[in-house]
Every structure is written in C-alpha cells, then in structure tokens.
C-alpha cells in the first residue's frame, strides 16, 4: 500500500512513529508497543533512522518485521548522514526487496560532535537530492519528507523554509509530514503558505503527547517547538506529579487532534517515543467521539 493513497480528508488515518532500540530487550518491548497499538487499526507505522545510519540494519530489520508479521503497513526513514550513493542504493535495494513501499527521506542532523551538516565524499548535502536519487534510480516507492510549521533551525526564514520544502516535493516527494507542534494554529498558517507557494501534497500533522516534563523542555529546545504560555503554565505546575503531566498531555493533545481533524487534516502522524499508552488514550477518545 502506497501512504499517498490512504491520506484523505475525508477517512484521515491514524500511524505511528516508532525509533529503532539499541538493544534486543528494547526490541522486544518496542514489538510489544505496536502489538498494543495494532487495535486502532493504524494507516502505517514508520520506524526511524539512528544518527550517521548507526541503526541501518535494525532499521531495515524492524520495518520488514513489523509489515510480515502484523500486516501494518510499515515505512522506513532514511536520511543522507554519513552514507555514499553507493551505501543509499543498497539500503533501498534491501526494502524493495522487502517489499517495503513507503520511505521517508531526510537530510538527518548533523552526526554529534558536529555544528553544521558535511556530507561525506560522494553523499548528499540535502534531502531534495536524495529524493531526485532515488527517483532517477527507478525505484517504485512512495516517498514522505518532513517540513516545518515553525521553520526549521538552520534556515534564516520560513520563506526560505518553505522554498526548501518546494524544492523536495518538486524532486518527487508524495506527501509530508511536520514536526511536533504544540499549537495548531502554526499547523494551519504553515498549510496555507505552503499552498500559496504552490505546494499541493497532503501535510499529515505531527502530535507528539507530553508525557514527561524534562523531555518535553529538551525536545522545544533542540526543535524550536514553541509550548503555549497557558500550557507551560499548567505544566509548570504539575511537573512534580508524572501522573499529572501525562493526564495534561494526552488531554492538550486529543484537544488538538480534535480540531485538526474538524477542519480536515488527511491524518495524524503520532511520536510515541516507543510507548503506547499515551497514544492509545488519544486515538481511543477520538475513535469514540466519531
């Protein structure tokens, strides 16, 4: 199944983000979240793509697990750190040998240690390159990319944010998907700009529910995801009670996935951070109201 063709306005789906574990007690915890989240009957779920490709081959292996034994179709990252031509197309001739249909393409972050992104001799410096490889190379995927309802941190506008995303979906993107975003109205403003500029794939919203105060101040800092004042506030608060802060974030984010919806999102993509309960709270309350 090709995501494109299940990103509707009108029957949105739900998916998943799941991120590859160092460990096989952490690989077998995470198979446990998606057989939790199965149930809901999720579009899709995508597996990432560990720093400088360190969890290439679990990255490989777990969606090629995830789409031949649950039947959930499953789409693999793929980002342009630390990897030739050479070592890309051989990652992609292992998913379509896999049968995996769906990719998402990024430029990643910079490998640690590092300020700035270098590609390595005979890689690639951005995401749109990756996506024009990968079509020039005649491979039959659907291809997602990410994007920036807030702009993102390297580039000086989010004029220029958006010429850059232009440019990807211009090389063969399918569809996007954003960043985290705690206040929907940056959703809807970036929706509408990216239209103006000509950009017409779907743009699936980003949730990711609070589910503990520490995280949530490192992940606002390293992305620029601002957290609204009346929600700082209560999280403020109620930092000191774990039970609470999930309570408020899975409570602030079904309130958003409620209004995005009512005006017509093609879907929801949630980061789990490999854990279910949140998630399942969310998509539960919003099946129910449905």
Do not use: W
């Not at 998606?34 to 995508?46: I, K, R």
């Not at 995996?100 to 410096?125: H, K, S, Y």
């Not at 440019?167 to 959703?187: E, H, I, P, R």
């Not at 403003?189 to 699936?204: L, Q, T």
Request: proline letters at 6%; hydrophobic letters at 40%; glycine letters at 8%.
């Amino acid at each position: 199944m090709k995501i494109r063709n299940c990103l509707n306005p009108s029957q949105p789906c739900f998916s998943f983000e799941f991120f590859p574990p160092k460990t096989d007690a952490g690989v077998a915890s995470l198979l446990r979240t998606v057989e939790e989240l199965a149930p809901l009957n999720p579009g899709f779920v995508s597996v990432t793509y560990g720093a400088g490709g360190s969890t290439r081959d679990r990255t490989v292996e777990l969606v090629t697990h995830i789409k031949q034994h649950t039947g959930i179709e499953a789409m693999a990252h793929l980002t342009c750190v630390g990897h030739t031509r050479d070592e890309l197309r051989d990652v992609l001739r292992r998913l379509a040998a896999a049968r995996i249909e769906n990719v998402l393409i990024l430029r990643g972050d910079p490998p640690q240690g590092q300020q700035t992104f270098e590609p390595v001799p005979g890689g690639f410096r951005y995401a749109e390159e990756l996506v024009r490889f990968v079509r020039e190379e005649d491979f039959n995927f659907c291809l997602g990319g990410a994007c920036y309802p807030e702009g993102h941190v390297e580039t000086a506008s989010r004029e220029d944010d958006l010429r850059h995303l232009k440019a990807k979906v211009d090389a063969g993107m399918d569809f996007v998907v954003t960043q985290l975003f705690f206040d929907n109205a940056f959703y809807f403003d970036f929706v509408e700009r990216a239209r103006r500029a000509g950009i017409n794939v779907p743009i699936v919203p980003g949730i990711m529910p609070i589910t503990n105060y520490e995280q949530v101040q490192r992940f606002t800092r390293m992305c620029g995801a601002t957290v609204p004042m009346r929600l700082a506030l209560q999280m403020e608060r109620v930092k000191d009670q774990p039970d609470a802060v999930v309570q408020l974030g899975v409570a602030h984010a079904t309130v958003q996935c409620m209004e995005l919806l009512a005006r017509g999102v093609p879907g929801i993509h949630f980061y789990t951070l490999n854990k279910s309960p949140a998630t399942r709270m969310i998509v539960s309350a919003l099946r129910a109201r449905s």
